[in-house]
Nanobody, 123 residues
Framework: QVQLVESGGGLMQAGGSLRLSCAAS????????MDWYRQAPGKQRELVAS???????NYADSVKGRFTASRDNAKNTVYLQIDSLKPEDTAVYYC?????????????????WGQGTQVTVSS
């Protein structure tokens, strides 16, 4: 029904910048809050940024000042700008969204996840 596809990951040098994208497609009626999570090797997945449909963003304390979430509602896309990259930013970054979908009987809301994009930061 709905797919979330992340892009923009890669191997980066510490101190550099990166912008991740996550595009939603499918039977979308509306998209609510969109989130970015990350999961480092051997660690639990953690929420790093959330952004409402109105553009209000919240961040984990560990990334405040370096991460900036934004979204383009017309394109059903959310972005994550990461500045001053650190080796500890190395993780798989996942997009998550609460999506109101059209169904055969009306509309409903589901949670969707992207497949993840790897970010590796070398020192």
């Amino acid at each position: 029904q709905v797919q979330l596809v992340e892009s923009g990951g890669g191997l980066m040098q510490a101190g550099g910048s990166l912008r991740l994208s996550c595009a939603a497609s499918g039977s979308i009626f509306a998209i609510g809050t969109m989130d970015w999570y990350r999961q480092a090797p051997g660690k639990q997945r953690e929420l790093v940024a959330s952004i409402t449909s109105g553009g209000y963003a919240n961040y984990a304390d560990s990334v405040k000042g370096r991460f900036t979430a934004s979204r383009d509602n017309a394109k059903n896309t959310v972005y994550l700008q990461i500045d001053s990259l650190k080796p500890e930013d190395t993780a798989v970054y996942y997009c998550h969204a609460k999506v109101v979908v059209t169904t055969a009987t009306g509309i409903g809301q589901n949670d969707y996840w992207g497949q993840g994009t790897q970010v590796t930061v070398s020192s």
